[in-house]
């Protein structure tokens, strides 16, 4: 538990977006839906991943991907739904 206690927030991270930005590969941010905020989540949550999400592709010129029906952990929520943009992006940006 003190781990996560002790972490700092997500939006507090220093990312070196001019580089990511410049660089020449693809990018992507996967965002889940956060139709609803589960219990124990603080209140707002949902706007501030989705404003997190949105600020960090814009500013790497990435593209924003959303799993509906997930939130925090898209990934584990709905793996098959999680994958589905994955692979399309990579199918994309495969490597010549």
Excluded at 26 to 42: Q, T
Excluded at 51 to 75: F, K, M, N, Q
Aim: overall charge neutral; hydrophobic content about 40%.
């Amino acid at each position: 538990m003190r781990a996560p206690i002790t972490e700092r927030p997500c939006w507090l991270a220093e990312l070196p977006v001019s580089a990511l930005h410049a660089a020449a590969f693809g990018k992507l941010v996967i965002l889940g839906g956060w139709e609803s905020e589960p219990p124990g989540y603080r209140p707002g949550m949902a706007a501030v991943m989705r404003a997190v999400c949105t600020s960090v592709a814009d500013r790497i010129g990435a593209r924003l991907a959303e799993v509906p029906g997930t939130r925090h952990e898209p990934h584990r929520e709905q793996p098959e739904a999680f994958n589905h943009p994955l692979s399309t992006f990579w199918s994309k940006h495969e490597a010549p």
